[in-house]
Structures are given as structure tokens and as C-alpha cells.
């Protein structure tokens, strides 16, 4: 459920922010996203994209990014043999 992972993403934010020894405020001043927005995704877990690449860029983990939503999508399992013989060429 998105709730889930919202609630995962935000959960291993934390921590990353404590591996930096970071607080929520030197956090917020650091990825220039506001003290309540850094609260309110711990809690509530709810942030823009915006700041959370913000936070990530901080976190040194930005190139988390590149994996989303890159990978292919196959309705059949003939899309990945095709795909498989496309890659073989």
C-alpha cells in the first residue's frame, strides 16, 4: 500500500539522519526544507518530492533516484523473451 511505503521511506530517512548526526533542525537548515515539512514526513509521513530530494542530496543518497521506475514493465512473459532477444543482439 503507498501508506506502507511512505511510512518504509521515511523510517529509513531517519535513520540515515541519525548515521549523519543530524538533527531534524540541522537537517532542515542544511537541505533548506522547513523544520515542519521534516516533522511532518518522520510523523505523518508526507513530503513533496521536492524536499525529499532535497534531504537525499544531504543524505548522500540521491542516486537512489535513478532506480525509480526504471524498470521495463512486461504485461507477458513474450515481452520478456523479446526483450531478452532484443538485449542479445
Known sequence: MPGDVSAAIAERMVARRKEHK???TAL???SGV????IRRFEQQHEISLTALINIAFVLSCEQDF???FSQPYYATIDDV???REREAR
Open 34 to 37: 522547513s523544520l515542519g515539512s
Open 22 to 24: 543530524l538533527s531534524q
Open 28 to 30: 532542515a537548515r542544511k
Open 81 to 83: 523473451i523479446a526483450a
Open 66 to 68: 535513478e532506480t525509480l
